[in-house]
């Protein structure tokens, strides 16, 4: 059984522990980086540690951001409305709801959803500091817009225990969005739409 240089093994197994990535995808990509010129690799290792390096997390809304920076350009931007807070997931639905141009208050990202079985709890995600900018007092709504799959809904509802008694509107993204289905997939039509259909969090 022929065994692969050592470097090439190493790479490999790096790939595949990317999300979405098996053994044959990974070994695909090695080759191909073996047949390229020799700037690409370079390249793509400039970026890799330019992405650890050079960026961070907003200290108000943990959306990523450039680590000279403390506050993303979202949070720092006046023109927005402070009145809301649409809460996702991920850094990646901060990106897909403003492609949409609808949504013009702020965000506040969770870095995960409650899930028992993954042994993901409250203090596992930024619940805390949503909660206190909402104790603040200038927030009269907040958007859930977690995906809707059962542990969106569980967090969505673990939320709303948490937010309701703090006076505030809870309101939670329209079922425009299919059952099972992550918000980077989803079109900017459909995304309006459940925008615009925003429901009470009941």
Same mark, same amino acid.
């Given at each position: 059984?022929?065994?692969?240089? %050592?470097?090439?093994?190493?790479?490999?197994?790096?790939?595949?522990?990317?999300?979405? @990535?098996?053994?044959?995808?990974?070994? &695909?990509?090695?080759? =191909?980086?073996?047949?390229?010129? +020799?700037? !690409?690799?370079?390249?793509?290792? %400039?970026?890799?540690?330019?992405?650890?390096?050079?960026?961070?997390?907003?200290?108000?809304?943990?959306? @990523?951001?450039?680590?000279?920076?403390?506050?993303?350009?979202?949070?720092?931007?006046?023109?927005?409305?402070?009145?809301?807070?649409?809460?996702? %997931?991920?850094?990646?639905?901060?990106?897909?709801?403003?492609?949409?141009?609808?949504?013009?208050?702020?965000? =506040?990202?969770? =870095?995960?959803?409650?899930?028992? @079985? +993954?042994? @993901?709890?409250?203090?596992?995600?930024?619940?805390?500091?949503?909660?206190? &900018?909402?104790?603040?007092?200038?927030?009269?709504?907040?958007? !859930? *817009?977690?995906?809707?799959?059962?542990?969106? #809904?569980?967090? *969505?509802?673990?939320?709303?225990?948490?937010?309701?008694?703090?006076? !505030?509107?809870?309101?939670?993204?329209?079922?425009?969005?299919?059952?099972?289905? #992550?918000?980077?997939?989803? +079109?900017?039509?459909?995304?309006?739409?459940?925008?615009?259909?925003?429901? %009470?969090?009941?």
């Amino acid at each position: 059984m022929a065994v692969l240089p %050592e470097p090439v093994q190493n790479l490999i197994n790096a790939f595949e522990r990317l999300p979405g @990535i098996g053994p044959k995808s990974a070994s &695909r990509l090695v080759f =191909h980086l073996l047949r390229t010129q +020799d700037d !690409v690799a370079e390249i793509l290792a %400039e970026a890799l540690i330019a992405l650890k390096t050079s960026t961070a997390f907003c200290k108000v809304c943990f959306n @990523i951001t450039l680590s000279t920076r403390e506050v993303c350009e979202i949070c720092s931007d006046p023109r927005r409305d402070p009145t809301s807070i649409c809460v996702v %997931e991920e850094p990646m639905d901060v990106l897909v709801l403003e492609r949409t141009g609808g949504f013009q208050g702020y965000y =506040h990202v969770l =870095h995960g959803v409650l899930s028992p @079985i +993954d042994g @993901i709890g409250p203090s596992d995600l930024k619940i805390a500091p949503l909660l206190e &900018r909402v104790r603040a007092g200038s927030v009269r709504e907040v958007i !859930v *817009a977690t995906n809707p799959s059962m542990e969106g #809904d569980a967090t *969505a509802l673990y939320l709303r225990q948490q937010l309701v008694p703090l006076g !505030v509107r809870m309101t939670r993204l329209a079922r425009g969005l299919p059952v099972g289905s #992550d918000l980077e997939y989803a +079109d900017q039509n459909t995304l309006l739409r459940a925008l615009a259909g925003r429901q %009470e969090l009941t």
